[in-house]
């Protein structure tokens, strides 16, 4: 019962955003306001047009605003937003913090259509991330249960070796590295002339060589 009343007030709460956002038009096209910066501030002047736009709002306050109507956590609302409007309108805007590579911000839109899309859809937005969310679980449990599958098998019928310098035939390799001159770092994608070195498993026969292949 409480469940039922729960959702038809959400149902409801959506409703107005339906209602209020179907009325608001929106500039479909500002790329003919022109680029470069508004004076006197660092945006853009596309960023500044679709700011005052009354059909748009940044995805920061449509977060905001649909977790204030669902009651859903902000992190959960962001990846329904994010996978109902993959390619949403952004425009430059702030600057980024020299750790964060510098240069100019980029803020997020989404127009009224988008908005009423979303509130319509809310329901199945929900429910497709919820088995999004299954599958991945279910396709990471079936990678840890076919990893560990693998290693037993290494136990099993391989010896493992540290950093030899060649491979041996039936050699199953987890690590390549070069021993530099602040010490050992992975090699792979280096191409530095330096002799590389070998971690991985050893079969003694090309038969359970063979049969572990077929594992992986």
């Given at each position: 019962m409480v469940y039922v009343k729960l959702k038809l007030m959400i149902m409801k709460t959506l409703e107005k955003i339906i209602t209020k956002y179907s009325k608001q038009e929106f500039n479909e096209e500002n790329y003919s306001v022109g680029g470069g910066l508004t004076d006197g501030k660092f945006a853009s002047?596309?960023?500044?047009?679709a700011k005052s736009d009354k059909g748009k709002l940044t995805f920061g306050k449509t977060c905001q605003m649909f977790k204030e109507a669902t009651g859903c956590d902000l992190d959960f609302v962001k990846k329904i937003i994010e996978y109902a409007v993959p390619n949403m309108e952004w425009h430059h805007a702030g600057k980024l913090p020299k750790q964060y590579g510098g240069?100019?911000?980029?803020?997020?839109?989404?127009?009224?259509?988008?908005?009423?899309?979303?509130?319509?859809d809310w329901s199945s937005l929900v429910e497709k991330i919820e088995i999004s969310?299954?599958?991945?679980?279910?396709?990471?449990?079936?990678?840890?249960v076919k990893?560990?599958?693998k290693l037993e098998y290494l136990k099993a019928y391989a010896k493992r070796v540290v950093r030899i310098s060649e491979k041996p035939e039936y050699f199953y390799e987890t690590d390549k590295e070069m021993n530099g001159k602040y010490g050992w770092f992975s090699s792979y994608g280096k191409s530095y002339n330096l002799p590389e070195y070998y971690t991985g498993w050893v079969f003694e026969?090309?038969?359970k060589y063979a049969q572990f292949n077929e594992l992986q």
């Open positions: 002047n596309r960023h500044e047009n240069g100019m911000k980029k803020t997020y839109f989404l127009n009224s259509q988008e908005i009423v899309s979303i509130a319509n969310k299954q599958e991945k679980r279910v396709t990471l449990e079936n990678i840890k990893e560990n599958s026969s090309s038969e």
